[in-house]
């Protein structure tokens, strides 16, 4: 309490107002306490009414997502109240060539499908959902979609297609594998 004081030379003391660091860190702190105790601050009623949800974003550079990935990605977002926004990336091919507008339609195509049945098995788990499809390089995509997204706690991805495609972000990245 004393470091949230400060000395007026006059006429005595007056509150200084809790940095925004600090503020996130006590509620990171508090989630991952409910988390552990298995709430979500949903079932306790903790989340303010119009506040934006925080979100973890979970990577597939494959068109389909791995079932471990998906597992992990919907039991966490559960314990923590999350929201899980499912990010599938293709390469970017270079414009002009028809066999690469047909592979990239083909990529879409089966990230759609993919992203339909994580949407399913979220629902049944009680997990807000999204899915965005995204083409160029990993690393450039993830940094866009988190800054677009806001309120990103961190991001999910595959330990095989982490170490495959160099995805190197500066958001909290945790590996799943399988």
């Known amino acids: 309490m004393a470091a949230r004081m400060r000395q007026k030379p006059e006429d005595g003391f007056r509150l200084k107002r809790p940095s925004r660091l600090r503020e996130f860190l006590e509620d990171v702190g508090q989630a991952a306490a409910l988390a552990e105790s298995g709430f979500s601050g949903k079932d306790l009623g903790v989340s303010a009414p119009g506040v934006e949800n925080k979100k973890i974003v979970v990577v597939s550079t494959d068109a389909e997502f791995s079932p471990a990935l998906v597992r992990h990605a919907l039991s966490v977002a559960g314990r923590l109240g999350t929201e899980v926004v499912a990010l599938s990336i293709g390469s970017l091919a270079p414009a002009g060539d028809d066999h690469a507008r047909k592979a990239r339609e083909l990529f879409e195509m ?6 339909e049945n994580f949407s399913l098995q979220a629902s049944q788990a009680g997990v807000s959902f999204r899915h965005v499809v995204r083409f160029g390089k990993a690393a450039e ?12 706690e961190f991001v999910l991805a595959c330990k095989e297609q982490r170490g495959r495609d160099g995805l190197h972000v500066s958001m ?3 590996e799943v594998v399988g």
């Open 141 to 152: 995509v993830v940094e866009g979609e988190c800054g677009r997204l806001r309120r990103v």
């Open 172 to 174: 909290p990245l945790f």
């Open 110 to 115: 089966r990230a759609l499908r993919s992203g």
